[in-house]
């Protein structure tokens, strides 16, 4: 398996244990049937997740036997659809997911941190770069550890930067393609 299929396996993997999540904080944003759920999805995270009727249904039929989430049929038009509602216990749960996501981020922050040897990253990586927090970071260390720290900055940064540049260019792309339809 080449280096590529593997990292897409791993994060294929890692996005299917977002699902749930994701159609819970949908759903806390709006009633909606299943077909708007994966619009709304693949719209509010830039189409990074862009679940299939496949994915979405056992999802939806799972978090409804667990009482997450509730239905009730909607007719439009000749059409009869489930409309899908969060309930008290969803929100409850969507409320503490949305904690241990927080504690799951500072703990990846954590762990990149260590393996990129640098001090700390803040929860914040605005913060991360900004002149202040680096004035403390490099206050009374000598030039070589100031160098050091610089540079580590740096390879972050290029790092976030060349991230969000591929995710700017297939924005570009969506955009261009909503606007010529």
């Given at each position: 398996?080449?280096i590529?299929?593997?990292?897409?396996?791993?994060?294929?993997?890692?996005?299917?244990?977002y699902?749930?999540?994701?159609?819970?904080l949908?759903?806390?944003?709006?009633?909606?049937n299943?077909?708007?759920?994966?619009?709304?999805?693949?719209?509010?995270?830039?189409?990074?997740?862009?679940?299939?009727?496949?994915?979405?249904?056992?999802?939806?039929?799972?978090?409804?036997?667990?009482?997450?989430?509730?239905?009730?049929?909607?007719?439009t038009?000749?059409?009869?659809?489930?409309?899908?509602?969060?309930?008290?216990?969803?929100?409850?749960?969507?409320k503490?997911?949305?904690?241990?996501?927080?504690?799951?981020?500072?703990?990846?922050?954590s762990?990149?941190?260590?393996?990129?040897?640098?001090?700390?990253?803040?929860?914040?990586?605005?913060?991360?770069?900004?002149?202040?927090?680096?004035?403390?970071i490099?206050?009374?260390?000598?030039?070589?550890?100031?160098?050091?720290?610089?540079?580590?900055?740096?390879?972050i940064?290029?790092?976030?930067?060349?991230?969000?540049?591929?995710?700017?260019?297939?924005?570009?792309?969506?955009?261009?393609?909503?606007?010529?339809?």
């Open positions: 398996m080449s590529d299929k593997f990292v897409e396996s791993i994060e294929n993997s890692m996005k299917s244990g699902v749930s999540m994701l159609i819970l949908a759903l806390e944003k709006q009633p909606a299943g077909y708007k759920l994966m619009k709304m999805i693949s719209e509010d995270t830039f189409g990074e997740w862009r679940p299939t009727n496949s994915t979405m249904y056992p999802y939806l039929s799972n978090l409804t036997s667990r009482g997450l989430i509730q239905y009730k049929m909607k007719k038009g000749q059409r009869e659809s489930k409309e899908y509602f969060l309930t008290a216990k969803g929100r409850k749960i969507l503490m997911l949305i904690e241990k996501q927080q504690e799951m981020n500072n703990s990846l922050l762990m990149i941190s260590v393996v990129l040897d640098v001090d700390s990253l803040p929860n914040n990586l605005l913060d991360f770069f900004s002149q202040s927090y680096r004035e403390n490099l206050m009374n260390k000598p030039k070589e550890e100031k160098i050091d720290v610089l540079s580590k900055r740096i390879e940064l290029n790092l976030i930067l060349e991230i969000f540049g591929k995710n700017k260019v297939e924005m570009e792309k969506e955009l261009e393609k909503l606007k010529s339809n």
